[in-house]
């Protein structure tokens, strides 16, 4: 069965501080994402990567950076956390077949809610 | 660029009524469109996707959504509601790097 796992659920960290969210994916997918969500503004894109080392912004990458190193594993950063980073964060990875150009089924993480205070 | 409307941020319907979620896409003809079923606390997960192969396309849990291209309409329906469907659901279309997620409908189940 496919399987998304984020490191935490729940997290509360003060201004200021680094902050890592981890996600670790199953299924050998080459794309991976990651997305914030809030009250009326449905999923943001805030990065995503198609490949090891690879990486793209996406709509809202301020404030935030991303590492892959292994193909298993996509790490979202904050390098300096504020309060209106305060959100749930979700991970998501996708196949990305050979001559396919258009994005595939998206797998979810159960997702993390982080609180800045 | 494709872009995804869906009608309506709440819909309340009465245990056993037709449930109707509306989707519209941009004018484009995206290759795939999706419906993500978001339970409390937990994170999406597919309910049914369109692929050209056949306008009504069947998910899980009941659910079915029919691909109009003269309306530019992707929308969820569901016979009869249960309970268990109170959740939100986001309607997506497919891009060339990202996937690009309607704003969500939060349904309410009464009894």
């Known amino acids: 069965d496919v399987k998304v796992t984020q490191s935490s659920r729940y997290l509360v960290k003060r201004t200021g501080e680094k902050v890592f969210l981890e996600c670790v994916q199953d299924m050998d997918h080459e794309n991976m994402f990651w997305y914030r969500q809030d009250p009326g503004l449905g999923l943001r894109l805030i990065y995503f990567?198609?490949?090891?080392?690879?990486?793209e912004k996406g709509d809202i990458p301020e404030g935030y950076s991303v590492s892959r190193e292994k193909k298993e594993r996509f790490s979202l950063i904050l390098e300096s956390a504020s309060t209106n980073q305060t959100s749930m964060y979700l991970c998501?990875?996708?196949?990305?077949?050979?001559?396919?150009?258009?994005?595939?089924?998206?797998?979810f993480g159960p997702g993390t809610r982080l609180l800045v205070l | 660029a494709q872009s995804v409307t869906q009608l309506g941020s709440h819909v309340s319907v009465s245990e056993g009524a037709l449930v109707l979620l509306r989707c519209n896409y941009s004018?484009?003809?995206?290759?795939?469109l999706f419906w993500y079923v978001q339970y409390p606390n937990q994170g999406l997960q597919l309910l049914l996707k369109?692929?050209?192969?056949?306008?009504l396309v069947k998910g899980i849990n009941g659910f079915e959504a029919e691909f109009k291209k003269s309306e530019t309409s992707f929308h969820l329906t569901k016979p009869s509601a249960h309970m268990s469907d109170a959740a939100e659901y986001f309607c997506?279309?497919?891009?060339?790097?990202?996937?690009?997620f309607g704003a969500g409908t939060r349904l309410f189940v009464k009894a």
């Open positions: 998501a990875s996708s196949l990305r077949p050979s001559g396919v150009l258009y994005q595939e089924t998206q797998y």
């Open positions: 004018s484009s003809v995206p290759p795939y």
């Open positions: 997506a279309v497919s891009g060339t790097f990202k996937t690009i």
């Open positions: 990567s198609y490949d090891v080392k690879m990486k």
């Open positions: 369109y692929t050209s192969a056949a306008t």
